[in-house]
């Protein structure tokens, strides 16, 4: 979609995918829309958008990680996906979702 677009930087590419998107994205719709290398890197760039957004009078929107077993909700300080739920022990983890407004 924005891949083509060389002259914007990878956090501006996601900036737009995600402020225009329809519905919240996870990190591994923004890596396959963006072709970035993996998550990881996502998540990173995330973490210094939700920083960057507030002198902007944006926010970046979380939806959080939930276990789909148990239905534990994971509360996160940072952008990332959980490997297992604490309550029971799955690793079956919706991924969180991310929106910009």
Do not use: W
């Not at 924005?2 to 996870?26: C, G, H, N, Q, V």
């Not at 739920?85 to 929106?99: A, G, H, N």
């Amino acid at each position: 979609m924005l891949a083509d677009f060389d002259f914007l930087t990878t956090r501006e590419k996601i900036i737009i995918l995600l402020k225009y998107s329809d519905y919240p994205l996870t990190a591994k719709e923004i890596k396959e829309r963006l072709c970035i290398e993996n998550e990881k890197i996502v998540y990173e760039h995330l973490l210094h958008i939700a920083k960057s957004l507030k002198r902007k009078n944006m926010q970046l929107i979380v939806y959080l990680p939930k276990c789909r077993k148990c239905g534990y909700v994971f509360n996160l300080e940072k952008p990332k996906k959980p490997s297992k739920c604490p309550k029971c022990k799955s690793e079956d983890i919706e991924p969180p979702r991310f929106l910009i407004r």
